[in-house]
């Protein structure tokens, strides 16, 4: 079984008509799913609750509970800069977020299966303040439950950030393995998430970060991907998996300066989807994340459905849908399959060299801890 999170109260989760986080994309992600006919008695889909408060401490302060309470803007919270300004309704719709995330991974402890929110993800939030256009760290949240049941936990993120908050909360823990791969920290946002951060304490060795190379795409994806992840799987031997598919690593997104296709994004969900049934029964938790072009968010997150089900891609967008699309947006919707990404021949040549020099120091850094590579 897979359960799918998504609510119409999700659209509360709005940070204003300027802001790139917009609750549109969900919605509209979900009615793709519908009319594809991905949701039935294989991916039903679930109306989460609000996360209680003793849940959210599982991660955060009692103070920033206070602080995103009050829906006042406190900088030294993180509340009110422009990437995450406070809105009325914040703490009821941060914690729905959060919510749909914790009762995901409670049905997995309970009952073996997958589960999907879409509106989850919020991988920059901190124990004590926001950041990054993430209010509650639902990533998190919901790894702390799954520690209930399972000792080895394995977070991969591939949003086109690097998923700082859930590395930071987990620094010093052996039990969940934190992997992201990321658009350079030299580059971007939060600047963070270089081969040098491999933990601390008990926790050395279990945080691992691929700061992929400006402009990256999908070769060097899958070249990252298959040099680093499959044996990171073998050699934790992960109960269950955590995986955030922000999909903001596309070549069209406003935010980042990556190349990566639909094609790229779906083969690497794909890998993750099998490795996750070879090596942890199938049980994941897949969560959204970042993606700031409305024309490739709903199409990407079907495409995720479709793949938990075992189902192929879908090959085009249902009329009805591409017209509810442009009714909505003004736009065309994106036109499947994707497009081809190439790069000019010493662009490539610098792309190749750092992210080769990345993942040779990577493996190193790792070895000294423990013998993967
Ligand atoms: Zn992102």
């Given at each position: 079984?897979?359960?799918?999170y998504y609510s119409d109260k999700f659209q509360n ?13 969900l919605m509209?992600?979900c ?14 889909m679930v109306e989460p609750n609000p ?45 729905l977020i959060?919510g749909a ?18 509106g ?254």
């Open positions: 079984m897979i359960y799918l989760y709005n940070f204003g008509p300027e802001h790139p986080f917009n609750p549109t994309r509209l992600a009615r793709l799913m519908e009319e594809l006919g991905l949701v039935d008695g294989l991916a039903c996360a209680s408060e003793a849940d959210l401490q599982r991660v955060h302060t009692a103070e920033y509970l206070a602080a995103v309470k009050l829906e006042k803007p406190d900088l030294a919270f993180g509340l009110g800069s422009d990437d995450t300004p406070v809105f009325p309704g914040i703490y009821d719709a941060s914690r959060a995330s914790i009762d995901a991974a409670r049905r997995i402890v309970r009952e073996d299966c997958s589960a999907f929110n879409i989850g993800g919020l991988h920059h939030a901190m124990p004590s303040n926001a950041s990054g256009f993430c209010v509650f760290d639902d990533p998190a949240l919901a790894i702390a439950v799954l520690r209930e049941r399972f000792d080895r936990i394995l977070y991969i993120d591939i949003d086109g950030h690097h998923g700082d908050g859930v590395q930071q909360i987990f620094y010093d823990d052996p039990h969940v393995l934190t992997v992201s791969l990321h658009e350079s920290g030299l580059y971007l946002f939060p600047g963070t998430g270089f081969i040098d951060e491999i933990g601390i304490g008990p926790g050395k060795g279990y945080s691992v970060n691929i700061p992929m190379p400006m402009y990256a795409g999908d070769d060097e994806y899958a070249r990252a991907f298959a040099e680093i992840v499959p044996r990171l799987f073998e050699w934790f031997k992960p109960q269950v998996v955590v995986a955030q598919l922000g999909v903001d690593a596309h070549y069209s997104d406003p935010l980042t300066s990556l190349n990566m296709t639909l094609n790229g994004y779906t083969d690497l969900v794909r890998r993750i989807i099998d490795l996750t049934g070879l090596h942890s029964e199938g049980r994941l938790l897949a969560l959204g994340g970042g993606g700031y072009n409305m024309e490739v968010v709903p199409v990407a997150w079907a495409s995720v459905l479709s793949l938990m089900r075992g189902d192929a891609l879908p090959e085009y967008l249902p009329p009805y849908w591409a017209e509810f699309f442009m009714n909505l947006t003004d736009r065309e919707p994106l036109a499947l399959p994707d497009i081809e990404m190439k790069v000019g021949k010493e662009t490539q040549k610098r792309i190749t060299l750092e992210l080769a020099a990345t993942l040779k120091g990577l493996k190193e850094k790792i070895n000294e801890i423990h013998r993967v590579f």
